[in-house]
């Protein structure tokens, strides 16, 4: 992974004492980090921000009078900065979260243990790495996703066998990305889509459930043998590998894998995109968004050798240029669009 090389500053908020000692022990073991200053709650948080000018914020999601998501929206309006939300690993905290990241926040971190957690040593790692990634993310694109004004989408010049399945990767920055895709398709008359976004376990079902309330299209959690259905949205569950095959009836189906990781993730965008290559082949669509690292490129590849089309995200709209960066280096990429223009890329080429 490539993060920034100068030194980042960061404010840690948590309106536990122990908790921000531990997280900011936890940060200043990178040197390439240092904690600047500490605040104990949301509107501490916010002036510190204005007078400070952190690089990245950890914040705490639930905290007396101004909590976490009140904190966020006053941090984007006024001054945004990229933010590491650090939440609970309950389905309150899951819902908390996928509203932050759809506020603005870069990404987050699961406390193992509730409030007070005596084994944040189990994250890390975890911690430190997306602090880092969230220096280089560019908060503007975030928060501004969808441009006012936009360019038209050229039609595209080729003719394809109707597709039969999309699948789609993210990272860093692809809740929001996802959403905006998702929200814009316009018809249910479109091939499934199947969907890989870096999430632990625990969290997924959240997103797919905000995912289906802002999208005409049917948004699932994917579980074991799962027919996938024109109108269809299927999130690969964090903690499982997610592919698809044709079952004895000839049914396109989700199945999940136990796996090891692939590239330090789980669910990989790499085995679902081999497996689309490998089942629907120049009947595919695969699409990679913004996110640090290369998950993806390989199954990319496969994809277009075997006659799929391939889109990535334009750095104009990336978040984090990885992954789409990785792809395109690899030679595994068609087209390059900004984010506006995949939705209605998506209606042209998978819409039955």
């Given at each position: 992974?490539?993060?920034?090389?100068r030194?980042?500053?960061v404010?840690?908020?948590?309106?536990?004492?122990?908790?921000?000692?531990?997280?900011?022990?936890?940060?200043?073991?990178?040197?390439?980090?240092?904690?600047?200053?500490?605040?104990?709650?949301?509107?501490?948080?916010v002036?510190?921000?204005?007078?400070?000018?952190?690089?990245?914020?950890?914040l705490?999601v639930?905290?007396?009078?101004?909590?976490?998501?009140?904190a966020?929206k006053?941090i984007?309006?006024?001054?945004?900065?990229?933010?590491?939300?650090?939440s609970?690993l309950?389905r309150?905290?899951?819902?908390?979260?996928?509203?932050?990241?759809?506020l603005?926040?870069v990404?987050?971190?699961?406390?193992?243990?509730?409030?007070i957690?005596?084994d944040?040593k189990?994250?890390a790692?975890?911690?430190?790495?997306k602090?880092l990634i969230?220096?280089?993310?560019s908060?503007?694109?975030?928060?501004?996703?969808?441009p006012?004004t936009?360019?038209?989408?050229r039609?595209?010049q080729?003719?394809?066998?109707?597709?039969e399945?999309?699948?789609?990767?993210?990272?860093?920055?692809?809740?929001?990305?996802?959403q905006?895709?998702?929200?814009?398709?316009?018809?249910?008359?479109?091939?499934?889509?199947v969907?890989v976004q870096?999430?632990?376990?625990?969290?997924?079902?959240?997103?797919?459930?905000?995912?289906?309330?802002i999208s005409?299209?049917?948004?699932?959690?994917?579980y074991?043998?799962?027919?996938?259905?024109?109108?269809?949205?299927?999130?690969?569950?964090?903690?499982?590998?997610?592919?698809?095959e044709y079952n004895r009836?000839?049914?396109?189906?989700?199945?999940?894998?136990?796996?090891?990781?692939l590239?330090?993730?789980?669910?990989a965008?790499d085995?679902?995109?081999?497996?689309?290559?490998?089942?629907v082949?120049?009947?595919?669509?695969g699409?990679?968004?913004?996110?640090?690292g290369?998950?993806?490129?390989?199954?990319?590849?496969?994809?277009?050798?075997?006659?799929g089309?391939?889109?990535?995200?334009?750095?104009?709209t990336c978040?984090?240029?990885?992954?789409?960066?990785?792809a395109?280096?690899?030679?595994?990429?068609?087209?390059?669009?900004?984010?506006?223009?995949?939705p209605i890329?998506i209606?042209?080429?998978?819409?039955?």
């Amino acid at each position: 992974m490539s993060f920034t090389t100068r030194q980042v500053k960061v404010l840690v908020v948590d309106d536990s004492a122990f908790m921000r000692k531990i997280i900011s022990d936890i940060l200043e073991e990178d040197p390439k980090i240092k904690v600047i200053d500490r605040a104990r709650d949301g509107k501490e948080a916010v002036e510190k921000t204005l007078k400070l000018d952190p690089d990245v914020i950890t914040l705490d999601v639930e905290m007396p009078g101004m909590d976490g998501l009140a904190a966020l929206k006053e941090i984007m309006r006024l001054k945004p900065t990229p933010v590491v939300m650090v939440s609970s690993l309950t389905r309150k905290g899951a819902d908390t979260t996928m509203k932050a990241l759809a506020l603005g926040a870069v990404d987050f971190v699961a406390k193992p243990s509730g409030a007070i957690s005596l084994d944040m040593k189990d994250v890390a790692q975890e911690l430190r790495e997306k602090v880092l990634i969230a220096a280089s993310a560019s908060v503007e694109k975030l928060i501004g996703i969808a441009p006012p004004t936009k360019e038209p989408v050229r039609p595209i010049q080729i003719k394809r066998k109707n597709i039969e399945v999309v699948a789609i990767a993210a990272s860093t920055g692809g809740p929001r990305a996802i959403q905006n895709v998702l929200g814009n398709v316009k018809t249910t008359s479109i091939a499934p889509i199947v969907v890989v976004q870096h999430m632990p376990a625990g969290f997924t079902k959240s997103f797919a459930e905000r995912l289906n309330e802002i999208s005409i299209l049917e948004v699932l959690e994917g579980y074991d043998n799962l027919q996938l259905k024109p109108g269809m949205v299927v999130i690969a569950p964090g903690g499982s590998h997610l592919i698809v095959e044709y079952n004895r009836a000839k049914q396109l189906i989700c199945r999940l894998s136990d796996m090891p990781p692939l590239h330090s993730v789980k669910p990989a965008a790499d085995l679902l995109f081999l497996s689309v290559a490998d089942i629907v082949g120049n009947t595919s669509l695969g699409i990679i968004l913004t996110g640090m690292g290369r998950d993806g490129a390989e199954g990319a590849k496969a994809i277009r050798q075997r006659g799929g089309y391939v889109i990535a995200e334009s750095s104009d709209t990336c978040v984090i240029y990885g992954m789409p960066k990785a792809a395109v280096e690899k030679g595994a990429v068609d087209e390059v669009l900004p984010l506006h223009a995949i939705p209605i890329r998506i209606e042209e080429l998978a819409a039955r």
